[in-house]
T-cell receptor, first 115, second 111 residues
Framework: GAGVSQSPSNKVTEKGKDVELRCDPISGHTALYWYRQSLGQGLEFLIYFQGNSAPDKSGLPSDRFSAERTGGSVSTLTIQRTQQEDSAVYLC?????????????FGSGTRLTVV | DAKTTQPTSMDCAEGRAANLPCNHS???????VYWYRQIHSQGPQYIIH???NNETNEMASLIITEDRKSSTLILPHATLRDTAVYYC????????????FGQGTTLQVKP
């Protein structure tokens, strides 16, 4: 597609439920990143995928968070046993190569609300 | 990665140049300066980046001081649609390629 696509755009879930957030990167982009942004805050790095390399999971806040990237394309971020503090906008970005010499293209995000 | 310091907020009159400063006094030789912006309710948008030389593209110009300890993003003719949070990020060309976002500068373009 022309841009990074994320779905759903909005998700309301009950505390304790599991959620899956999807990201379709730009075709041909080998690197994919997940960030989250709490209300009024900056972006927090979560996880990074580059090709077939092991993902950089250093930003995941707890073991309730996991992500996978199938076939080097679509990625799914899963949050298990959601808590209210998980409420945020989750942003996905992709780039042509796995270095910052190229700009990231961000999706519009998934707004997650845990009630 | 080097830390950056930006003013919390700035105002600019529509049609005038917006000059957004960024201090990065601890930048190392292989680190790049990146600028992104985030318009309300949208994902961040890449603007420009540079290493040593000044850069210009269709969106903006980036002026980096000779000692590389600070830079300025210039929007030559600001419009109301340029109202956004502008992030200055310094990062190396590492394998992880992750960008660490600070709080940025909220630019308000006024009519």
């Amino acid at each position: 597609g022309a841009g990074v696509s994320q779905s759903p755009s909005n998700k309301v879930t009950e505390k304790g439920k599991d959620v899956e957030l999807r990201c379709d990167p730009i075709s041909g982009h080998t690197a994919l990143y997940w960030y989250r942004q709490s209300l009024g805050q900056g972006l927090e790095f979560l996880i990074y995928f580059q090709g077939n390399s092991a993902p950089d999971k250093s930003g995941l806040p707890s073991d309730r968070f996991s992500a996978e990237r199938t076939g080097g394309s679509v990625s799914t971020l899963t949050i298990q046993r959601t808590q209210q503090e998980d409420s945020a906008v989750y942003l996905c970005a992709s780039s042509l190569q796995g270095t910052t010499n190229y700009g990231y293209t961000f999706g519009s995000g998934t707004r997650l609300t845990v009630v | 990665d080097a830390k950056t310091t930006q003013p919390t907020s700035m105002d600019c009159a529509e049609g005038r140049a917006a000059n957004l400063p960024c201090n990065h006094s601890t930048i190392s030789g292989n680190e790049y300066v990146y600028w992104y912006r985030q318009i309300h309710s949208q994902g961040p948008q890449y603007i420009i980046h540079g290493l040593k030389n000044n850069e210009t593209n269709e969106m903006a110009s980036l002026i980096i001081t000779e000692d590389r300890k600070s830079s300025t993003l210039i929007l030559p003719h600001a419009t109301l649609r340029d109202t956004a949070v502008y992030y200055c990020i310094v990062t190396g060309s590492s394998n992880t390629g992750k960008l660490i976002f600070g709080q940025g500068t909220t630019l308000q373009v006024k009519p």
